[in-house]
């Protein structure tokens, strides 16, 4: 899903209070951890990824993947902390998605 300017810009603003739920550590990213990504997202639409110390990974490879793997959308990286957007299929959970229809 390509996301304007202006949808990234709403969706940076509504993530800045959240706080991470998912943190990568040395362990890396795997596909039990990808699934719980996709199901998450599948609840929230919008949440935080931070990447711990002791990790290899660099927060873009982590991106890639989850844009690739799960489908959803890389908001912002800044430093070690990823905000990542899905629509989510059920009507309840669409909170950002409809908003983000109107922008």
Do not use: W
């Not at 998912?22 to 039990?32: C, E, L, S, V």
């Amino acid at each position: 899903m390509n996301l304007t300017g202006k949808q990234k810009r709403f969706l940076r603003s509504k993530a800045h209070h959240l706080n991470p739920i998912f943190q990568i550590g040395k362990g890396g990213i795997n596909d039990a951890m990808l699934i719980q990504i996709g199901e998450a997202l599948e609840k929230r639409e919008l949440l935080k990824i931070s990447l711990l110390q002791n990790t290899d990974e660099e927060a873009s490879e982590v991106a890639e993947v989850l844009e690739e793997k799960v489908g959803c959308s890389v908001v912002q990286i800044i430093g070690r902390v990823l905000v990542v957007y899905k629509a989510s299929s059920k009507q309840k959970n669409q909170v950002f998605s409809s908003e983000l229809t109107k922008l």
